[in-house]
């Protein structure tokens, strides 16, 4: 049982596109979307089991101003202009999906952020600080810019946003805090972060790994119904992810530690695509929703090649942290 546990932590390179398969073979003959409401309560676990140990006060500190700076630089003034021009090239004449693209572009930072923070051993407080500066602001703004950029108003409910920040990080955050206490009263500091944290870890990549299959499931009927669509919206967001990734990892090697770089790169090239999946469904439709349904896939795969590669290269744990 421990083996199986442990599996996802030690092949995640496989246990993503696994669990991307078989969500979209199960989605395709089941209809799976009964276990939507499901997803939030997987984003709560899986965001609980990596902020066990987190120090609150880690969360208002000013320590960390210059890397929250940086995201919000890179968030919602570089990545807009990205997704605008690739939308602009690429997407002309296909608008609908200009627009899930757009969507995608500025809702950023998700649960999954922390938790490839604390995969890679990055700086995990940092991570949430730009999880919840991220998304309030994007929240604020994407209706905004998507009248600037596709020229169509979106009416996004901010309180409900921040309802979601609150059950995602929040809450994780304080039902962490209790449960690192509880567990001071049986082990000291020592046996906790090497008895109790390895362990944690796993439980974090099984939810985020159910979060993935519930994802692609449920969109699964409506990408094998829009095949020669499909084509375009992968060429279009590997062009998008592949130059975040090249503008981040540059900024986070610049100017940052290595820890700091991890958190940066996380909170910047990954997307909110569950708010954007939904707000792209109801607010422009099927089109829309395609793209941001891909990214999804995009995403999850990407940031595990990524993560795998950036320890082995560039961001090495033997490396010693570097003042910023």
Same mark, same amino acid.
């Given at each position: 049982?421990?083996?199986?546990?442990?599996?996802?932590?030690?092949?995640?390179?496989?246990?993503?596109? $696994?669990?991307?398969?078989?969500?979209?073979?199960?989605?395709?003959?089941?209809?799976?979307? /009964? $276990?939507?409401?499901?997803?939030?309560?997987?984003?709560?676990?899986?965001?609980? #089991?990596?902020?066990?140990?987190?120090?609150?006060?880690?969360? @208002?500190?000013?320590?960390?101003?210059?890397?929250?700076?940086?995201?919000?630089?890179? +968030?919602?003034?570089?990545?807009?202009?990205?997704?605008?021009?690739?939308?602009?090239?690429?997407?002309?004449?296909?608008?609908?999906?200009?627009?899930?693209?757009?969507?995608?572009?500025?809702?950023?930072?998700?649960?999954?952020?922390?938790?490839? @923070?604390?995969?890679?051993?990055?700086?995990?407080?940092?991570?949430?600080?730009?999880?919840?500066?991220?998304?309030? !602001?994007?929240?604020?703004?994407? &209706? %905004?810019?998507?009248?600037?950029?596709?020229?169509?108003?979106?009416?996004?409910?901010?309180? #409900?946003?921040?309802?979601? !920040?609150?059950?995602?990080?929040?809450?994780?955050?304080?039902?962490?805090?209790? @449960?690192?206490?509880?567990?001071?009263?049986?082990?000291?500091?020592?046996? /906790?972060?090497?008895?109790?944290?390895?362990?944690?870890?796993?439980?974090?990549? %099984?939810?985020?790994?159910?979060? *993935?299959?519930?994802?692609?499931?449920?969109?699964?009927?409506?990408?094998?119904? +829009? $095949?020669?669509?499909?084509?375009?919206?992968?060429?279009?967001?590997?062009?998008?992810?592949?130059?975040?990734?090249?503008?981040?990892?540059?900024?986070?090697?610049?100017?940052?530690?290595?820890?700091?770089?991890?958190?940066?790169?996380?909170?910047?090239?990954?997307?909110?695509?569950?708010?954007?999946?939904?707000?792209?469904?109801?607010? /422009?439709?099927?089109?829309? #929703?395609? !793209?941001?349904?891909?990214?999804?896939? *995009?995403?999850?795969?990407?940031?595990?090649?990524?993560?795998?590669?950036?320890?082995?290269? %560039?961001?090495?744990?033997?490396?010693? &942290?570097? @003042?910023?």
């Amino acid at each position: 049982m421990k083996n199986i546990y442990m599996f996802p932590q030690k092949y995640i390179l496989v246990s993503v596109p $696994l669990t991307l398969i078989l969500g979209f073979i199960i989605g395709t003959i089941v209809d799976t979307s /009964f $276990l939507r409401g499901t997803i939030l309560i997987a984003t709560i676990i899986m965001i609980y #089991a990596t902020l066990i140990g987190f120090k609150l006060k880690e969360l @208002t500190s000013v320590k960390g101003s210059k890397i929250l700076g940086a995201s919000i630089v890179i +968030n919602f003034v570089v990545i807009p202009v990205v997704a605008y021009l690739l939308g602009s090239v690429f997407l002309t004449e296909y608008p609908i999906m200009f627009a899930g693209l757009a969507l995608a572009a500025l809702l950023p930072t998700s649960g999954m952020t922390i938790s490839w @923070t604390a995969l890679q051993k990055g700086n995990v407080p940092a991570s949430v600080k730009l999880t919840v500066f991220g998304l309030t !602001i994007g929240s604020i703004i994407t &209706p %905004w810019y998507l009248l600037v950029m596709v020229g169509q108003y979106v009416n996004i409910d901010i309180l #409900a946003t921040m309802r979601t !920040i609150a059950l995602v990080v929040f809450l994780p955050m304080f039902l962490g805090h209790i @449960t690192f206490k509880l567990l001071l009263r049986k082990y000291t500091l020592e046996q /906790f972060q090497k008895l109790v944290k390895p362990n944690l870890a796993p439980l974090s990549i %099984w939810a985020m790994l159910y979060v *993935v299959f519930v994802s692609i499931s449920t969109q699964a009927t409506m990408i094998a119904e +829009n $095949l020669q669509l499909i084509f375009i919206a992968i060429v279009v967001l590997i062009a998008f992810y592949g130059l975040n990734y090249v503008l981040s990892t540059f900024v986070a090697l610049k100017f940052f530690n290595r820890n700091d770089g991890i958190a940066l790169v996380n909170g910047t090239v990954l997307r909110n695509l569950s708010i954007a999946i939904g707000l792209a469904a109801t607010a /422009f439709g099927a089109e829309a #929703a395609l !793209i941001v349904t891909i990214a999804f896939v *995009v995403q999850q795969q990407s940031i595990a090649y990524y993560g795998k590669l950036s320890n082995k290269y %560039w961001f090495k744990m033997s490396e010693k &942290p570097q @003042t910023p």
